[in-house]
């Protein structure tokens, strides 16, 4: 079965800085691998995802990820973040050609310092 | 186009009452999954549907909780009889197919008191 792990549950950063949050998986196998965004009182917006292919991943508002294997890691990043990505991210993994389930980290909850 | 479609946004009931939450997904998915949200607990799947068929039901809690799906354009997910630690926010997703992301409703906020 697969499982994902996110290692920060918060972090706090200054507008304009760069940003990385962390997302380890477990899979046997290839899997697919989600960002997923949520702001308060609002359901979970998707920001990117990876199925095959080129292993950087281009999502909304400016962020992408990138697809490690030999890692089995799927890290978020955005170059500049701005007050407004203040929100919780969650890094979720799905099984290629298997269980057509989710399995969804804790969550990174993201501060951003004027 | 709209996006999943919950209702009620929050209820607040007393425990022992029945509890129904609705969900109406983007019109065309074939797949539709109920979550629940906790602190504790985070991001749970509790069932997922596709087709209208129940196909994986192993995250519901206990015989409390059942979801149906009676056509492709609806499904509930009924607590009865309802307990406090019942008290989560639960979100309807639907999916196209098997390669597609989920698309998530904004929730039901559930207070049991």
């Known amino acids: 079965a697969q499982s994902v792990t996110q290692p920060d549950i918060h972090i706090t950063v200054s507008e304009g800085a760069s940003l990385e949050l962390r997302c380890n998986y477990s899979y046997g196998a290839t899997p697919y691998l989600f960002w997923y965004v949520q702001s308060p009182g609002q359901g979970l917006q998707l920001l990117l995802k990876y199925f095959s292919g080129d292993t950087l991943v281009q999502g909304i508002k400016g962020f992408e990820a990138e697809f490690k294997r030999s890692q089995s890691s799927f890290n978020l990043r955005k170059p500049s973040v701005h007050w407004s990505d203040a929100a919780e991210y969650f890094c979720a993994v799905g099984a290629q050609g298997g269980s057509e389930k989710l399995v969804f980290g804790k969550g990174t909850k993201l501060t951003v310092n004027p | 186009d709209a996006g999943v479609i919950q209702s009620p946004r929050h209820e607040v009931t007393e425990m022992g009452q029945e509890v129904t939450l609705r969900c109406k997904p983007i019109?065309?998915?074939?797949?539709l999954f109920w979550y629940r949200q906790t602190m504790m607990r985070g991001l749970e799947l509790l069932i997922y549907f596709n087709n209208n068929v129940p196909i994986d039901d192993s995250g519901m809690p206990e015989d409390r909780f059942s979801a149906k799906m009676p056509n492709a354009s609806f499904s509930t997910l009924k607590i009865q009889p309802s307990e406090p630690r019942d008290s989560a926010v639960y979100f309807c997703?639907?999916?196209?197919?098997?390669?597609?992301?989920?698309?998530f409703g904004d929730g039901t906020r559930l207070s049991i008191l």
């Open positions: 019109s065309g998915h074939n797949s």
């Open positions: 997703a639907s999916r196209s197919y098997s390669n597609q992301p989920q698309h």
